[in-house]
């Protein structure tokens, strides 16, 4: 089943100093081509404003050649699911998010969708996190409680986006990611975790996976040193 | 009911440059002599290894004259918070120490003590957060899933310890601080929150809270722009 996934997670829309999207916009089309999408359900739901959040979405990918729907303009977002072509969920809260995920009960359709019939899944930031096995692992505060933080399970990993390494110059005492992980990794059965840098991008094609963009991952495992993946770098033993 | 609650709230146990509660130790002190205190009670939950937490505690606060008993090495947890004459408890995890609270049925005897007896309640980070209407403003990862985000509601309101501003120079591209708590205040219903930069303190006698320590706080509310508020002020309006 897994072998027909095509899934590509950003750690961010954005890096320092460009526009949005404009860092990825060559792995995005090269992504999408293998399967001539030419529209894209776009999900809003983790800011609370989803015209707005759609409108800023639709004119980089338009640039890009793809017409984008956004799912909340759908009469019905599972039907939506069911027909899209490929789907893009952005970044925002990652609790409300897969809240709203779950509200609108749309798990099983995009999971579907993705692991039987391989329809492209693009992530970025909230929208990576929710393609993971849970949430445990965002950075985002827990502003609306979702039933569970079992997410989406497109992979069997947990990904941490906008992955940041201890400043060393920093005045503040709040813990750091790496901290904050390894805290996450005291707790019995819990799973790797993909730190993904800013820039950095995860790719997927059935039981390959692979680090691309334009910055490398950091990977945390329990009773392990962290360890550092390249651009370039196969991380296929993730799967 | 209210009027016999004794408070404080601290942002962090620790300030750039200082030990473990140095910056607090004056606040400590005099906060805790009108109550006549002689043992604290340590919940050292928010982090995995209670003796480590509760052994790194204990130095510091000895040499205010205080001592320490950690609430995991009491027979029965319940039995010490009913018995405690003061309760501490630390940073950490907001979302393990949390879930332990309910797990060990913690809440109720803990806001009878606070609310009802009086004995002084003293919060570091994690534990300045559980004090609150609910932990939706914590900074940290969801690394386990308490019952609830319903805290133990000593003030009806909403901390937000670590409190940073915007750093302009910073090339990450995670939500500020500020943005985070917008997106929470967009939610209807929700309480005011309170941005305790690190070596911000909080207390609270009855009905009167006041901002103390070495830096002030800043105050988010539905709808408003956010207001400063600095060591000394004043902010009984809260409670």
Redesign the interface.
């Known amino acids: 089943m897994a072998s027909a996934r095509r899934i590509l997670l950003l750690s961010?829309?954005?890096?320092?100093?460009s526009a949005y999207l404009e860092y990825a916009a060559t792995f995005i089309k090269d992504f999408l081509k293998k399967s001539d999408v030419k529209k894209i359900l776009f999900v809003p739901y983790a800011?609370?404003d989803h015209n707005d959040y759609t409108n800023k979405v639709r004119g980089p990918l338009k640039e890009l050649g793809y017409a984008v729907e956004g799912i909340h303009e759908a009469p019905n977002a599972i039907e939506a699911i069911k027909s899209a072509e490929a789907i893009y969920i952005g970044g925002?809260?990652t609790?409300?998010l897969l809240k709203t995920l779950y509200d609108l009960n749309l798990i099983q359709p995009i999971q579907d969708r993705v692991l039987k019939d391989g329809i492209p899944y693009i992530g970025s930031?909230a929208g990576s996190n929710v393609a993971t096995a849970s949430?445990?692992?965002?950075?985002?505060?827990?502003?609306?409680?979702p039933p569970?933080?079992t997410a989406l399970g497109l992979v069997p990993f947990n990904i941490n986006p906008?992955y940041?390494d201890f400043d060393p110059d920093s005045?503040?005492?709040?813990?750091t990611r790496e901290e904050?992980?390894s805290?996450?990794h005291?707790?019995p059965g819990?799973p790797p975790v993909l730190g993904l840098r800013?820039g950095a991008i995860l790719h997927v094609e059935g039981n390959v996976a692979k680090i691309i963009g334009v910055f490398g991952a950091k990977l945390f495992k329990p009773g392990c040193e962290p360890k550092e993946y390249n651009v370039g770098d196969d991380v296929s033993f993730l799967l």
């Not at 961010?12 to 100093?17: A, I, M, P």
């Open positions: 961010s829309s954005t890096v320092h100093g800011l609370k925002g809260n609790f409300q930031s949430i445990n692992t965002t950075n985002d505060m827990p502003i609306v409680w569970t933080l906008h940041i005045k503040h005492k709040g813990e904050r992980l805290q996450y005291e707790i819990t800013e």
